[in-house]
């Protein structure tokens, strides 16, 4: 097949990528683990993208990290462990029969088997930004409706994400800086959110430095971590943007 441009919308409306992350997100939840479907990977593929922007890369970069982030998750249709190897496998066969060149869809594949914190490490700016996205998306509306209710509040990852009602990813490209900010209510506890997500901060920290920034978690207020990035500044876009709110 000819190579030609793939675009988001292409992947987007792609009725094998739509049926693996629609079983990716049945599997997870006779599993028991909180929603992996449609909202996580829209949240992630939007994330994905703003951040590469704001950091000024290029469009095309831009639009392949929101095609990663739409496809990161489908592996756990297979299973949950190392889905991101199975997920960048899967992700291969569907992009290079729609006919995207190699290189591109190299790009996306290392990002999709990168983006776990038992194994994967930041690669490239595709795979740091998709760690940051799909890390920062902790917020009550993944937790299933089944699961709102006081039973939930003994499961630690359903209490913890009920607990949040508003998070955002904001990229501060004057001072290098990307922050997760975090709002949650006393259902949880700050202590709570560490205990599950501090491997996935760590990543994160680490997919900051890769984009030459440093990374701050800030919940209610309150910076949990004030890490700075080793290396001299270069230049990038100016501003301090907001991106991809999730409130409820």
């Known amino acids: ?3 030609k441009i793939v675009r988001f919308e292409d992947v987007r409306k792609s009725e094998k990528v739509l049926s693996l992350i629609g079983a990716a997100n049945k599997y997870l939840e006779v599993k028991g683990y909180n ?4 909202r996580h990977v829209g949240y992630v593929s939007k994330t994905t993208s703003n951040i590469l922007k704001e950091l000024g890369f290029d469009e095309r970069t831009c639009e392949l990290g929101a095609i990663a982030g739409f496809m990161h998750d489908i592996g756990n249709s297979v ?11 899967l992700t291969y066969g569907i992009l290079d029969k729609m006919g995207m060149p190699f290189h591109e869809i190299n790009q996306i594949t290392m990002a999709i088997g990168n983006h776990e914190e038992d ?3 930041p690669v490239n700016p595709i795979s740091a930004a998709l760690i940051i996205a799909d890390k920062s998306d ?11 209710n006081e039973t939930a509040l003994d499961n630690i990852h359903a ?3 009920l607990a949040i009602k508003k998070n ?8 290098h800086i990307v922050r997760l900010v975090i709002f949650m209510d006393d259902t949880s506890s700050i202590m709570d959110f560490l205990q599950i997500y501090l491997s996935r901060m760590v990543l994160s920290e680490k997919a900051a430095t890769f984009l030459d920034c ?3 978690l800030v919940i209610n207020d309150l910076i949990i971590n004030n890490r700075r990035r080793p290396k001299a500044p270069t230049t990038l876009k100016l501003g301090t943007t907001e991106t991809n709110v999730s409130e409820e």
């Open 138 to 148: 902790a917020h009550r509306t993944r937790v299933r409706p089944n699961d709102r």
């Open 35 to 38: 929603e992996h479907g449609l």
């Open 168 to 175: 955002f990813v904001v990229i501060d490209s004057v001072k």
């Open 79 to 89: 299973n949950r462990l190392y889905h991101g190897v199975s997920g960048a496998t």
């Open 1 to 3: 097949m000819a190579k």
């Open 159 to 161: 209490r913890v994400n």
């Open 119 to 121: 194994y994967g490490i």
């Open 214 to 216: 440093s990374f701050e």
